[in-house]
Structures are given as structure tokens and as C-alpha cells.
């Protein structure tokens, strides 16, 4: 059974229509008219063998902080919609990825509960036209609304670009190991018997 959710948010400031498929084949297919941020999506896609589909409009004449925060909130609610009850997954995953000088961890517990440690600071406040400052608050927005631990560590570098882009293709990766099926797990993974509440 393939796990996948559709996720239409609309507010007064974006209109978004995310699309995941948990057990793709690392499709992207992103437009949201923050062209940093498709690019990190669809790295997202690629690594973490999800097929992703993003369609966003927003205030962008403002800035691109809604944008950028409400896509957060709509792939959290696709990845815990997609989860379902969590039954034979592994639910942790990490992943420590090189990129050019830069070395990221990520971390993942898919528990049910929401705690952020985000500890990769960019040396630089843009990355082209992105505020740099706006990839913690995807992170955070996408933790929050998929109800997971998510901590990101950046031990060491030096291009802004290179630290995002590391984040990004880490947090897919320990994703994709998090949300696999665990041939040795029956039920969920937890001795509480729930990872939902």
C-alpha cells in the first residue's frame, strides 16, 4: 500500500498544494516561486526517495517568510498523514553528509512529539535572494506539524550554500531510513503502543 497524503492550505497570505508519496522513486516536480527553496526540495525528493509535488503562491511582495514557513507546515502534515498509525517503520534515522568543506548530522525520531535542537548557522544572511535565517524556520514548521525530534547539527563549514544544501539532503536521508519498512518490527515501535499522542 503506497503511503502518500495531499495537503491544501490556504490562509490569507499563501495558497499551497503539497503532494508526497513516502514510496516514490525521488520525483520532484516543485514550483514556489522561492527558486532556493525548490531547489532544496527537490533534493529533499532525490534523497530521500520521495515523489513530491509543491505548487505554492504567497506574498512574496512582502517577503518570503510565509512562503517559505507555510510549505514547512504543509510537508509536516504530509509526512504525518503519509505515516499513518507508524506500524513496522523504523522511526529513528540519522545521517552525517559531507558536502564540499561542510559536515552536517541530522537526526530524526519520528515520536509523536515535537522538539527542534537546530544548531547550523550560516555565515551569510543571503544565499542569492533567500534569507538564510528561513531554513530554521522550514525545519521548524515541518518538525512541528509532523509531530517529530528533529535535531541538525553542522560540525564545521564554510558557504552558506553548501551548509543549506547539507541539511537538506541529510534530513532527507534520515528521513528515508526513519520511515522504511523494519522487517524485524511488528506493530509500532514503541513499548507505549502509540507514537501518535
Not at 548530522?105 to 519520528?110: E, F, G, I, N
Not at 533567500?130 to 525530534?149: G, I, K, Y
Not at 541539511?167 to 509500532?188: S, Y
Amino acid at each position: 500500500m503506497t503511503r502518500s497524503a495531499t495537503i491544501n492550505r490556504q490562509t490569507a497570505e499563501t495558497q499551497i498544494e503539497l503532494k508526497l508519496n513516502l514510496d516514490g522513486s525521488g520525483q520532484a516536480d516543485v514550483e514556489t516561486g522561492v527558486g532556493f527553496l525548490d531547489h532544496m526540495l527537490t533534493l529533499l525528493a532525490k534523497h530521500g526517495a520521495f515523489d513530491l509535488r509543491v505548487r505554492a503562491t504567497g506574498d512574496l511582495h512582502v517577503d518570503q517568510h510565509h512562503t517559505v514557513e507555510d510549505t514547512g507546515i504543509c510537508l509536516g502534515l504530509a509526512l504525518k498523514q503519509a505515516l499513518g498509525d507508524k506500524t513496522g517503520i523504523r522511526r529513528y534515522g540519522h545521517f552525517t553528509l559531507p558536502m564540499e568543506e561542510t559536515l552536517v548530522t541530522v537526526a530524526v525520531d519520528l515520536s509523536g512529539r515535537f522538539a527542534l535542537a537546530y544548531n547550523a548557522p550560516t555565515p551569510s544572511q543571503k544565499i542569492g535572494d533567500f534569507d538564510s535565517e528561513l531554513l530554521e524556520d522550514f525545519w521548524q514548521a515541518a518538525a512541528a506539524n509532523c509531530l517529530c525530534n528533529l535535531h541538525v547539527l553542522l560540525h564545521y563549514g564554510r558557504n552558506s550554500h553548501h551548509i543549506a544544501e547539507g541539511v537538506f539532503k541529510a534530513a532527507a536521508r534520515a528521513l528515508r531510513m526513519a520511515v522504511e519498512a523494519d522487517p524485524r518490527m511488528t506493530g509500532v515501535p514503541s513499548t507505549k503502543g502509540t507514537l501518535t499522542d
